[in-house]
């Protein structure tokens, strides 16, 4: 009975692959979280250039993650990829001060292109290993995030070399994802 009712639930839902397109400045770790989520393992990175994508099982979810190079020279080429995306994951390297106003600037483009009009954001903190990594609080001031009315957005410590809050991350993207379903 249960495979017959699995056969049905398969026919008529297909296992849908949801796309996350992960951009943010420059060595902010964005290719080492996704290696990270598609391996299991930190792995020796060089600058991106153009993309990688690869795809991330979590909870029953398949995600096909795209991760985008952020030199300065690349990031106008981000929005090529916008298209049918079921959500931003946006990576910061949260010991760099000195760009964080660059990062709020990204996000603005972000919130307000047209691809992505009510698209959830998820905002990675990364880097929360190194001791003078900015928190939570002070990140989430710098880039004005109480100010976004328009998306759902989430901020998440994490450490994209072990994985600490990386999978917490995935959660929330799960639920947006699920809730988006029923
Ligand atoms: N300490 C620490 N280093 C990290 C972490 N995540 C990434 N790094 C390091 O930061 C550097 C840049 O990481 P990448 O993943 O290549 O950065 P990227 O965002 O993909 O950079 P681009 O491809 O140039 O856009 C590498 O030396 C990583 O090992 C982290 O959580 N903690
Ligand atoms: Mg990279």
Same mark, same amino acid.
């Given at each position: 009975? @249960?495979?017959?009712?699995?056969s049905f639930w398969l026919y008529w839902f297909p296992? /849908?692959?949801? /796309?996350?397109?992960?951009? %943010?400045?420059?060595?902010? *770790?964005?290719?080492?979280?996704?290696?990270?989520?598609?391996? @299991?393992?930190?792995?020796?990175?060089?600058?991106t250039i153009g993309s990688n994508v690869e795809q991330?099982?979590?909870?029953?979810?398949?995600?096909?993650?795209?991760?985008?190079? %952020?030199?300065? !020279?690349? &990031?106008?080429?981000?929005?090529? +990829? +916008? /298209? =049918?995306?079921?959500a931003i994951i946006l990576v910061l390297d949260s010991?760099? &001060? =000195?760009?964080?106003?660059?990062?709020?600037?990204?996000?603005?483009?972000?919130? *307000?292109?047209?691809?992505?009009?009510?698209?959830?954001?998820?905002?990675?903190?990364?880097?929360?290993?190194?001791?003078?990594?900015?928190?939570?609080?002070?990140?989430?001031?710098?880039?004005? #995030?109480?100010?976004?009315?328009?998306?759902?957005?989430?901020?998440?410590?994490?450490?994209? #070399? !072990? *994985?600490? @809050?990386?999978?917490? @991350?995935?959660?929330?993207? =799960?639920?947006?994802?699920?809730?988006? &379903?029923?």
């Amino acid at each position: 009975m @249960g495979q017959v009712f699995s056969s049905f639930w398969l026919y008529w839902f297909p296992n /849908k692959e949801y /796309k996350l397109v992960m951009v %943010g400045l420059d060595n902010a *770790g964005k290719t080492t979280a996704l290696f990270k989520l598609h391996l @299991g393992e930190a792995i020796t990175t060089q600058p991106t250039i153009g993309s990688n994508v690869e795809q991330v099982e979590f909870k029953n979810l398949t995600f096909e993650v795209w991760d985008l190079g %952020g030199q300065a !020279s690349l &990031r106008p080429s981000w929005a090529s +990829y +916008y /298209k =049918a995306t079921d959500a931003i994951i946006l990576v910061l390297d949260s010991t760099d &001060r =000195a760009r964080v106003r660059i990062a709020k600037g990204e996000l603005q483009s972000i919130l *307000g292109h047209e691809d992505l009009r009510t698209i959830g954001i998820l905002i990675l903190a990364n880097k929360q290993d190194l001791k003078d990594a900015m928190s939570v609080e002070e990140m989430s001031t710098a880039l004005a #995030l109480t100010d976004i009315r328009d998306h759902p957005w989430h901020i998440q410590p994490c450490c994209a #070399l !072990s *994985g600490e @809050g990386l999978f917490d @991350g995935m959660e929330w993207i =799960a639920q947006r994802v699920n809730q988006l &379903r029923t």
